[in-house]
């Protein structure tokens, strides 16, 4: 039933859309627009946000050629740029945003995700006809050097993905690492396979290009491997020496840098637990930490951080309703410009009179206008979400900027926990020692006990060292980011708002000149008729 309704609403449109064509070919004026060989908007180059096939070749598109995805009602939108500026950003080959600029304006790094394909999953049992999952084709094309080649083919799967984004997560701490797409396991179960796999193709290509932008991220090892080896992806080491060291430390072992991947073991579940005692002391009148978060700049610019996010939130609500308005105003004026066709069709099948053939002029006219003022909306509205989709974009930088923060307050946890841990520590030495000093000739067992908390409070030390640098290191990181974010959103929201802005006035003028044209002619007839 519900295929049926689809097959009528498209059978509708395809109609509406032949009738238009039709009725617009009688004007020789109008030919051009409704072909689109020779419109200004038409004529400029290929939309920047599409979907590539898998034997094109990459480098060809344009620089923003990244498929975003959407907010819902940005949905379904082919772009046609109108700016001038448009041609010029095509030139080059580099796929990330204006802003994020490589050391050679030659530099390029172009991903794309592509044929999607079933697999059966070896490890599931035959016999009860085992499970299968969802590969994609990922090709890289780039001539940085730390790539050493230039192109690479790969298939991963949407695990691999996942493990990707927690290893960059754990070996770039305090970095705005892009959020990884999410698993998604509602929407595969309600909508169609089809379309959620093309969703998560898009959203594995939009992540993966966000990476391949971030001047750290780009050249990482991890990325690099994840892009260029093909076969199941080995799981490497990350290079964030202190976050497999430190759950040993706040055990209570020794050091000892081991050769095996971070693991969720009870080591750090007790570690958990441990900076949670000490975040509930730190928050409910217990002593306070012997380091504290004192950088008054970055508290200010964390909570303008804050600040910006609201606003951009408030933003793209209102671009949604902005894009929402106009798409309502363009399917409008398609409807009115239709029903003046039927009528026009309706007084020139019946006209007797002169004064009938000039109502149908006059409609006529009318109806061509509004006709091309729809399809002019149209393409208005594929332009106001292709500039406009920056603020969309901006909430998950604004996702990172939180992850990136949160890295240094764990990291400064870490710190506080130790601290605390080496003051209980030496405390119960020194308790040992002095009730040991009162026994003739020392209690044995007690100097057993003190010597092993005087390991133990060593190790501690030595993981308290290495949490501080790591927190130092983290701080780098966060200002670093904010400094490079500062810029790059400078230059993404001037290139958002004079493209917005551009394509708004060209638009307006366009429509007017429809307008007036119709006014015209309808003048011009009722002169000559009269």
Not at 83 to 110: G, H, L, R, T, V
Not at 202 to 229: M, Q, T, W
Not at 280 to 297: F, H, L, Q, R, T
Not at 366 to 389: C, G, I
Request: hydrophobic fraction near 35%; glycine fraction near 4%; charged fraction near 30%.
């Amino acid at each position: 039933m519900m295929g049926s309704e689809n097959d009528e609403d498209s059978h509708l449109h395809a109609s509406r859309e032949e009738t238009e064509n039709l009725f617009l070919r009688d004007d020789p004026l109008s030919r051009s627009d409704v072909n689109g060989n020779h419109s200004a908007v038409s004529t400029l180059p290929p939309p920047p946000i599409i979907v590539t096939p898998a034997d094109s070749d990459p480098l060809s598109l344009p620089p923003n050629g990244s498929s975003y995805i959407e907010p819902p009602s940005y949905a379904d939108v082919i772009f046609s740029p109108f700016d001038d500026n448009a041609s010029d950003d095509c030139s080059s080959q580099s796929p990330i945003s204006p802003s994020s600029s490589y050391p050679s304006s030659s530099d390029y790094i172009k991903i794309t995700v592509s044929s999607p394909q079933k697999e059966q999953d070896a490890s599931s049992s035959m016999l009860s006809g085992g499970s299968t999952y969802i590969t994609y084709l990922i090709t890289t094309r780039t001539n940085l050097p730390e790539y050493k080649g230039s192109d690479f083919t790969v298939r991963r799967r949407f695990r691999d993905v996942v493990a990707l984004g927690d290893r960059l997560a754990e070996s770039y701490r305090g970095f705005c690492i892009p959020p990884r797409p999410d698993k998604s396991v509602v929407e595969s179960q309600v909508m169609q396979r089809h379309e959620f796999v093309e969703q998560r193709r898009v959203a594995l290509e939009k992540y993966l290009r966000r990476l391949a932008s971030h001047p750290v991220i780009r050249n990482s090892d991890e990325l690099k491997v994840f892009l260029g080896v093909e076969g199941k992806l080995p799981l490497q080491m990350g290079t964030d020496v202190a976050s497999r060291i430190l759950p040993k430390q706040l055990f209570g072992e020794g050091v000892e840098v081991a050769a095996q991947p971070p693991a969720r073991s009870g080591r750090d579940l007790f570690r958990l637990f441990k900076e949670l005692r000490q975040s509930v002391s730190n928050d409910w009148g217990g002593a306070k930490p012997a380091v504290v978060e004192e950088d008054k700049d970055f508290l200010e610019k964390k909570e303008k951080m804050h600040d910006l996010e609201k606003e951009i939130i408030n933003a793209s609500q209102q671009a949604e309703t902005l894009v929402k308005a106009q798409q309502d105003i363009g399917e409008t004026l398609g409807e009115l410009g239709l029903a003046f066709i039927k009528l026009t069709k309706f007084e020139n099948e019946e006209a007797v009179f002169s004064s009938q053939r000039a109502r149908a002029n006059d409609m006529k006219n009318l109806a061509t206008a509004a006709v091309k003022a729809s399809r002019f909306y149209r393409e208005l509205n594929s332009q106001t979400v292709k500039h406009l989709d920056t603020l969309h974009d901006y909430l998950g930088v604004m996702m990172a900027v939180q992850g990136a923060f949160t890295d240094r307050s764990s990291a400064l946890l870490t710190v506080q926990t130790l601290l605390s841990d080496v003051s209980s520590l030496e405390g119960r030495a020194e308790k040992l020692e002095a009730a040991s000093s009162k026994v003739f000739g020392g209690d044995k067992s007690r100097i057993k006990k003190i010597e092993e908390l005087k390991e133990t409070i060593k190790n501690t030390e030595d993981a308290k060292n290495v949490a501080i640098k790591q927190y130092e290191r983290i701080k780098e990181n966060n200002r670093s980011e904010v400094e490079r974010l500062d810029r790059e959103r400078r230059a993404d929201f001037l290139s958002m708002m004079k493209g917005f802005v551009v394509s708004q006035v060209g638009y307006a003028e366009k429509m007017a000149n429809v307008w007036a044209k119709a006014a015209e002619e309808t003048s011009q007839y009722n002169r000559e008729s009269s």
